[in-house]
Every structure is written in C-alpha cells, then in structure tokens.
T-cell receptor, first 114, second 112 residues
C-alpha cells in the first residue's frame, strides 16, 4: 500500500517569513496529492491540491509543487500570518475524481511567531 | 448549509462496552470514510464506503464495525475488541464533482 512521510513534525517561523513542508510517497500509481489544515478541535480542511499531470499550483499565498520522478511534493506558504498557525497534513492516493482512498502523512505543527 | 455532522463531540466509554459514533452528511456525496487520529500518527483509515450497502476495511479495521444503509449515514461502532480505542475519530465524505474530502468536526472518544 501507499506510505506517506512528512517533515518536519514541528515548524516555527517568524511572521512574514515563508514556511515549507515536505512529503514523500511510495506508490507510483498515486495521482492526487491534497493538503489539509487542521485547527485545534476541528476536522481538517482542504487548502490546496495537485494532480500528477501538473508540476505546480498556486492559490494566493499557498503553493504546492510535485516531483513525480522523486515521488515528493511540498507545501509553500509565503508571507505567513498568525492565522496560518495550525497542523498541516499532506496526503496521497489514486483518485478517479471522487471516491479516492487517501493515505495521510503524520502532520506538521506550524507555529507563526508574531 | 450542507456539511458533515459528527456526534457526539465527546464520548466516554467504560472498558468492555461497545459504542457507536454517528456521522451524517447532507452533501449528497457517494463515498464516506472513517479515520482515527492519534498524536504523532496522522490519520489512519478504519473503513470506507463508496456506495450504499457496501464498505471496505481500511488499514486498522480490527475492533471496529460500520454500516451504510443510507447514503447520508455511515455510523462507526467501536467494539470491546478494540484494544486501545481512546482517540479522535474523523468522518469524511467525497464526490466525483469536487476534489478531496469534506471532514466532520470529529468525536473524541475516551475509555474510562
């Protein structure tokens, strides 16, 4: 089955600086790579995702890059703000546009220092 | 507003008892999932269902059971056979038209 590794487990950055979280996956059949943000006591929320036919995707301050050859993908947050503090999870799986079964990383606790 | 509702938010169970966690969605999503979250271990898949009256085991199904009698509902029963049930349980759903999962707000189960 799929195995997803995520690093680092904790990350502290100064407000306004950039944060990068990295994930690797094992199954070359995986074609869908979402990122979720989880705030304390809540369920994760999808913040950005990428499919294997795309190398990079941006949404305002958030971007995701994918290297299929190396089987790794990364989340980049620029101009960080206090509300970015949360736990972030990467995931990988085979998607048929719905009904996908995702394997999650172990999470990164991001703390933005004011 | 559409969404996924998990209840209760907090649940306490005595050792040896079965307990059922509720998950209801009004998003008309076909697939539903149960994940378990433990500190430092991320989210691990317990069971998933892609269609009514059908479901498959995930990576950690032992000690759990589910049913999918209605499209909107996917209850999870934590049985006495689950050796370490204290955890945060998350229900999710997905559909062809929208990427990714929609998660509920979770149920924290504590065995006392």
């Amino acid at each position: 089955g799929e195995n997803v590794e995520q690093h680092p487990s904790t990350l502290s950055v100064q407000e306004g600086d950039s944060a990068v979280i990295k994930c690797t996956y094992s199954d070359s059949a995986s074609n869908y790579f979402p990122w979720y943000k989880q705030e304390l006591g809540k369920g994760p929320q999808l913040i950005i995702d990428i499919r294997s036919n795309v190398g990079e995707k941006k949404d305002q301050r958030i971007a995701v890059t994918l290297n299929k050859t190396a089987k790794h993908f990364s989340l980049h947050i620029t101009e960080t703000q206090p509300e970015d503090s949360a736990v972030y999870f990467c995931a990988a799986g085979v998607s048929n546009f719905g009904n996908e079964k995702l394997t999650f990383g172990t999470g990164t606790r991001l703390t933005i220092i004011p | 507003d559409g969404g996924i509702t998990q209840s209760p938010k907090y649940l306490f169970r005595k050792e040896g008892q079965n307990v059922t966690l509720s998950c209801e969605q009004n998003l008309n999503h076909d697939a539903m999932y149960w994940y378990r979250q433990d500190p430092g271990q991320g989210l691990r898949l317990i069971y998933y269902s892609q269609i009514v009256n059908d479901f498959q085991k995930g990576d950690i199904a032992e000690g759990y059971s589910v049913s999918r009698e209605k499209k909107e509902s996917f209850p999870l029963t934590v049985t006495s056979a689950q050796k370490n049930p204290t955890a945060f349980y998350l229900c999710a759903s997905s559909t062809r038209d929208i990427n990714g999962y929609t998660f509920g707000s979770g149920t924290r189960l504590t065995v006392v």
